[in-house]
């Protein structure tokens, strides 16, 4: 199929290529210039692990293209398909900003030659649907053409850092549809991806499709912060979280997923698609209070390994020490700073009159354009391309995110890394009797302590 992919970021680039690597003739389109200039020179803007050899493969094998103009790729041919995978930024109520979507949606009507179907793959309200058919087709009518058009809603739930594997095996795939023709064609672009199993693939109606994809987002976002609230107390009582966490997780009605007490969740999703979840309830008068504390304890989660360094050291005494902190992007397997934790923890560290030494194995060119944008002083902030550089001379370890490469190391090594021999490990990858045997101070989230 010929498709047309706006928003070349995190979803729109693994989409495109996805769809490419199956054969179909995709353009990949973004207003980014550098973007795609990076990228006709086979240089990625994003770290996904395997997605640069994809991308390389499938322009190869000339099924992936790149440009900057959705008019002139729209003037050029007449897709099957065009995918609106640009972003949903929480605006300052907290409903998502539909700005981008609304914009290409016009774009497409403003350039279209020929019936198509217009796929909203971005993550958006319930009720997006009508409003980009709304916005195509009044740029039609403005142009006095009859050309036809479906919307669709295809919301996408990969994970960044494991984003190939998502989209090319994907649990399930959601299609909100207006007709029989549009679930016809979307259903015949996903089989591949599907190995052939239709029941893999509902098709639904567009609001139902839309709302799916916040509860899917919320009901994790739950789990998480369940867990999280859980390991509150268990520090209290002296319970060890993470021996609860496979206590329950083997029972098949909760399963093990999601079930991981840490310092809170970032990222560009969860905490944005809660926020536009409760926005929307709001605005029918339905009050979801459960996602209000999902939000507030999340917030609250991000200071907790802040509260216990205070308890550990004496708020007052921890101006002049040095944080060696392991991870900075908001969680492993990608450079994605959004909402990530460690900008909490490092402007907490800072405010104390502390300095800190991170490491991260790919965030650290977007860590310091983080920074600049939350407006950290990055002055008191070194970060270092070797783990255990971090740790030199490091009154204590925290550790933020749970790369596999931290949680190879052994005690051992950590024990003769780190002089201090002080742990704040805020994704528990550590075991705390190993810790402990090995004469380091440790201090989980949840491990009781
Ligand atoms: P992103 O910020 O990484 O990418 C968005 C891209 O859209 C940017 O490159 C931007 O330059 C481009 N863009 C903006 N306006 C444009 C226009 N008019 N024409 C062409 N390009 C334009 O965003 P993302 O993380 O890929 O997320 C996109 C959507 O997918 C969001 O709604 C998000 O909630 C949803 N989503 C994201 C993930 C994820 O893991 N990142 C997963 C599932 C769903």
Redesign the pocket.
């Known amino acids: 199929m010929k498709i047309v992919v706006?928003?070349?970021?995190?979803?729109?680039?693994?989409t495109g290529t996805c769809f490419a690597s199956k054969g179909n003739d995709v353009v990949c389109?973004?207003?980014?210039h550098k973007?795609i200039q990076n990228l006709l020179k086979g240089v990625l803007?994003?770290y996904e692990p395997g997605l640069d050899a994809l991308v390389s493969d499938s322009v190869a094998q000339g099924h992936l293209r790149f440009s900057?103009s959705?008019a002139q790729t729209l003037a050029e041919q007449t897709p099957d398909m065009v995918f609106i995978?640009?972003?949903?930024?929480p605006g300052e109520d907290g409903s998502?900003d539909l700005k981008?979507?609304l914009?290409?949606a016009g774009?497409i009507g403003a350039s279209l030659q020929g019936p198509t179907l217009v796929i909203d793959?971005?993550?958006?309200p319930v009720g997006t649907a009508a409003k980009v058919r709304a916005q195509v087709q009044a740029e039609l009518d403005r142009r006095g053409s009859a050309i036809t058009f479906d919307v669709v809603s295809n919301?996408?739930?990969?994970?960044?850092g494991a984003?190939i594997d998502d989209f090319m095996n994907p649990d399930r795939v959601v299609v909100g549809v207006e007709s029989e023709h549009a679930g016809r064609l979307m259903t015949e672009l996903y089989l591949p991806f599907v190995a052939g199993d239709t029941r893999k693939i509902y098709v639904m109606a567009p609001k139902d499709a839309e709302m799916t994809?916040y509860a899917a987002?919320s009901m994790l976002a739950v789990r998480i912060t369940f867990m999280n609230e859980l390991a509150v107390l268990c520090d209290r009582l002296g319970v060890d979280i993470d021996q609860v966490r496979q206590g329950i997780g083997s029972d098949r009605r909760i399963g093990t997923h999601f079930l991981f007490a840490g310092c809170g969740f970032g990222?560009?999703?969860f905490p944005?698609?809660v926020k536009a979840l409760i926005h929307m309830g709001g605005q029918v008068d339905v009050s979801l209070g459960l996602l209000d504390k999902v939000e507030a304890r999340n917030e609250t989660q991000k200071e907790y390994l802040l509260d216990k360094i205070d308890a550990h050291f004496g708020r007052d005494n921890i101006a002049g020490k040095t944080f060696a902190m392991w991870g900075l992007a908001f969680k492993p397997g990608?450079d994605?700073m959004?909402e990530a934790p460690s900008l909490v923890i490092i402007r907490g560290l800072l405010e104390r009159g502390a300095n800190v030494v991170a490491h991260d194995p790919v965030a650290l060119e977007t860590a310091q354009a983080a920074m600049a944008m939350e407006g950290i002083d990055a002055s008191r902030v070194r970060l270092v391309e070797q783990r255990e550089e971090a740790l030199e001379g490091a009154d204590a370890l925290v550790v933020v995110t749970e790369w596999s490469d931290y949680k190879a190391v052994t005690p051992a090594a950590l024990a003769s890394g780190l002089k201090s021999g002080l742990v704040f490990d805020g994704r528990n990858i550590f075991v705390p009797a190993a810790m402990k045997a090995h004469g380091l101070d440790y201090y989980g989230i949840g491990r009781g302590r």
């Open positions: 706006v928003g070349t970021g995190y979803v729109g680039l693994v389109v973004d207003t980014d973007k803007p994003i900057t959705l995978a640009v972003g949903t930024p998502a981008y979507v914009g290409v774009e793959k971005s993550t958006v919301p996408e739930f990969l994970k960044e984003a994809k987002n990222g560009s999703c944005k698609d990608t994605d959004r």
